[in-house]
């Protein structure tokens, strides 16, 4: 299949593509490089550094037959001042995106949805069909491109799958075409920047909050491995017929609090994390737990991975890349 793949050159995306080409697809990665690095883009996908809002005149030259669409603006943090970015990059990119695949007759796409479309919940698991709740614009945007989704199956006849991804953590090493992990150049999320502060450069782990009515007081959340995202993506591109709009969670179904992923890094790495505990972040739930039963029945899908995999291939590519410079000439990784 000729795959699309939209911010192929971010985490999730050239993970998703690397594995694409491993099983013998042909990827053409889009990604206008705003948080993406063009060295993460798998050697053997053609690259255009272009934004999604922009493909239209030369979506038909490709042949595409599918779209896997990532390239998004993702940190919830920054959603809640900047919305008219976020409305703007998110939703109006992937209507127009959308539209150029109506007008080249591409009938299929996967879409990089977020568990921040569910916000807080009283029920745990949580089910995809859960009240949407989203406490950011972040979530607002993925919610938003959903229920787009669902309206352009029904009338246009596009076979569409929104994968609600839970946390997403670890790396995936080819055999012969590279390291893909995580390195985004402002770190939010907890197991970077716990390796971050274990190797020394970025001072202690800001523990967000320990007061929770959580059995250790600390957040719980559902930690899923990059490799088993990618396979469900995989099976995504020829799962539901045209017509058909899928609502997945990508999770695991078990939770980790912060202090258990702060253990398993002391595991992985033999040393025990800076931590300096401090209040709570604005907008964090006290838990958020996937119910992946949907993910099985529709996609056969099942998450093999655990937690200690995912912190020790982070750990891993992290090392793997220490020796190189960094973009902006330093060596830190943090
Ligand atoms: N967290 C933390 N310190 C950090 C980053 C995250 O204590 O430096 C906590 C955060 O408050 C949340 C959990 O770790 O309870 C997971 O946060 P992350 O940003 O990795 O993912 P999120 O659940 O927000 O998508």
């Known amino acids: ?125 949580i089910r995809e069909d859960a009240p949407a709740r989203p406490s950011s614009p972040y979530g607002a945007t993925k919610l938003a491109i959903d229920l787009a989704l669902t309206d352009y199956a029904r009338a246009y006849g596009l076979a569409a799958t929104s994968l609600r991804y839970f946390n997403v953590a670890g790396a995936f090493e080819t055999s012969d075409a590279g390291f893909y992990g995580e390195r985004h150049d402002t770190e939010t999320h907890l197991i970077p920047n716990a390796l971050a502060a274990v190797a020394g450069s970025g001072g202690s782990l800001k523990l967000f909050g320990t007061d929770y009515p959580t059995p250790d007081g600390t957040c719980v959340r ?22 058909e709009h899928h609502v997945v969670n990508l999770g695991s179904g078990s939770g980790s609090s ?21 209040p709570r972040r604005a907008g964090d739930p006290p838990v958020l737990v996937a119910s992946n039963q949907k993910a099985a029945d529709l996609l056969g899908w099942h998450p093999v991975l655990d937690l200690t995999t995912m912190v020790d291939d982070a750990w891993r590519f992290r090392n793997d890349r220490a020796g190189e410079p960094a973009e902006d000439g330093s060596d830190d990784l943090s």
Do not use: C
Request: overall charge negative; glycine content about 10%; charged content about 20%.
């Open 1 to 125: 299949m000729r795959v699309l793949v939209t911010g192929g050159a971010g985490y999730i995306g050239s993970v998703v593509a690397a594995r694409l080409i491993a099983d013998g697809h042909e990827v053409v990665v889009v990604d206008d490089l705003s948080t993406g690095h063009a060295d993460a883009v798998p050697p053997g996908a053609v690259f255009h550094e272009m934004s999604v809002a922009a493909l239209d005149p030369v979506l038909g030259d490709w042949d595409i037959e599918a779209v896997v669409h990532f390239a998004a603006k993702s940190l919830v943090g920054e959603s809640t001042t900047l919305p008219s970015a976020y409305w703007r990059n998110n939703v109006v990119g992937t209507i127009a995106l959308l539209d150029s695949m109506r007008a080249h007759g591409v009938g299929r796409i996967v879409f990089s949805s977020s568990a921040a479309t569910y916000g807080q919940q009283g029920d745990e698991p």
């Open 222 to 243: 559902d930690y899923i491995h990059v490799i088993d995202l990618a396979d469900a993506h995989v099976r995504a591109l020829s799962a539901g017929e045209p017509g």
């Open 258 to 278: 912060v202090r258990e992923v702060l253990d398993a890094v002391e595991r992985v790495t033999g040393t025990p994390v800076p931590v300096e505990e401090g």
